[in-house]
């Protein structure tokens, strides 16, 4: 059974970014039972809308969380340079293929990499994300016109039942 938590479309920018985050909060509150599942949650979709705050064209964005059973689904829409897309869409199907120790390795290796710059742009907003211990991250991209392209990134999680404290 699909039970949508949270459904945003609409525009995003530095001072709404703040109302949304406590709105993804709230949705978890009740369904992520875990206080260490809810943290790493939280954390993912706080770096989904960083990057569509960063890396957004149009500042429009559509952002879903929804649970099947026990899978956490997030969801981003947003428009991006293609140059970015590309970036992003390459730096996901990197991260499909790496075990959790070579995600930690990479995430710790990119931290001291000198491209990242104001933007980001180093790939290490996905990499901690990967490190959340997620399913899957899948990012689609889809040109819209000459240099703007559509993006729409999926991560899934399972929810874990315990009540852990860390």
């Known amino acids: 059974m699909t039970e949508y938590l949270l459904k945003y479309k609409g525009t995003l920018n530095s001072s709404f970014s703040g109302e949304l985050t406590e709105s993804i909060l709230d949705s978890l509150k009740g369904v992520v039972v875990s206080l260490k ?3 790493k949650i939280s954390v ?3 770096e989904l809308i960083d990057n569509a705050l960063r890396y957004g064209l149009m500042k429009e964005i559509s952002f879903t969380i929804r649970r ?3 899978v956490l689904w997030m969801e981003l829409i947003n428009f991006a340079k293609c ?3 590309k970036k ?3 730096s996901s ?3 499909q293929h790496l075990t959790p120790e070579e995600i930690e390795m990479a995430f710790n290796v990119q931290l001291l990499n000198p491209e990242f710059g104001e933007r980001g742009g180093a790939g290490l907003g996905l990499l901690h994300i990967a490190r959340k211990g997620i399913m899957a991250i899948e990012v689609k991209t889809e040109k819209t016109d000459l240099d703007s392209c559509k993006c729409h990134i999926i991560v899934t999680r ?3 039942e315990r009540n852990e404290r860390t």
Do not use: G, Q, W, Y
């Open 37 to 39: 599942d809810h943290k």
């Open 44 to 46: 993912i979709a706080l």
């Open 68 to 70: 099947e059973d026990d």
């Open 83 to 85: 140059e970015d897309a």
């Open 88 to 90: 992003l869409k390459d």
């Open 93 to 95: 199907d990197r991260i």
């Open 158 to 160: 399972k929810i874990s």
